[in-house]
């Protein structure tokens, strides 16, 4: 296991298109994170999960985000009639769930829309 | 939203040279990490600091955290060409839940 593994790196979409999103954990951690990161911003928080449930979702993700965790492995998340603001890079990171240790994130996922 | 600033925004130093980067922050934490992400990529954890920890070093990596001014830095030695990239700071509050991240500092080290 080499790490946090996500697919594709780079999305070009026209707008009002779905695009999905896939992130493979360190297989042992139980925790997966997503983020969201702009030019010459630090990442924010959108959501994460403890195994597959979803714990907490930030009010940046809106009624066209939706992420999933299905039997607590790989996720994937969805944006459905993308706009030209969700240009961004998708981060996604995971963790053993201790506070002690850090997070390790993914290559991301650079999504423009055009 | 982000959690804090950082300071300075950018900074250019020369190899050999030292780089201190600053981060405030506005709320409690359990911990406070460091992380370094090259352009275009996703980010590396450099180090963990926790609330009752005032200094912690790791290779040429020094942080310190001061909970009562809810500020920290990291300093680098002996700076590296590879040393290049945007530092992030970034707190915890316990819970493992989620990170809130600064601001970054972008750091330039030439030869």
């Known amino acids: 296991d080499t790490g946090v593994s996500q697919d594709p790196r780079h999305k070009i979409t026209k707008r009002g298109q779905n695009v999905t999103f896939r992130c493979d954990p360190i297989?042992?951690?139980?925790?997966l994170y997503w983020y969201r990161q702009t030019l010459g911003q630090g990442p924010e928080f959108l959501t994460y999960f403890q195994n597959e449930a979803q714990l907490e979702k930030s009010r940046l993700l809106s009624d066209r985000f939706s992420a999933e965790r299905p039997k607590g492995s790989f996720s994937t998340l969805e944006i459905q009639r993308t706009e030209q603001g969700d240009s961004a890079m998708y981060l996604c990171?995971?963790?053993?769930?201790?506070?002690?240790?850090?997070?390790?994130f993914g290559s991301g996922t650079r999504l423009t829309v055009v | 939203s982000q959690q804090g600033e950082e300071d300075p925004q950018a900074l250019s130093i020369q190899e050999g040279e030292n780089a201190t980067m600053n981060c405030s922050y506005k709320?409690?934490?359990?911990?406070l990490q460091w992380y370094r992400q090259n352009s275009g990529r996703g980010l590396v954890h450099l180090i963990l600091?926790?609330?009752?920890?005032r200094e912690k070093h790791s290779g040429r990596l020094r942080v310190t955290l001061d909970t009562s001014k809810k500020s920290s830095s990291l300093l680098i030695t002996a700076s590296r060409a590879a040393d290049t990239a945007s530092y992030f700071c970034a707190t915890d509050p316990g819970t493992a839940s989620k990170l809130t991240f600064g601001t970054g500092t972008r750091l330039q080290v030439t030869l």
């Open positions: 709320t409690s934490i359990n911990n």
């Open positions: 297989s042992e951690h139980n925790r």
């Open positions: 990171a995971s963790s053993l769930g201790d506070p002690s240790y850090g997070y390790t």
């Open positions: 600091i926790r609330s009752n920890e």
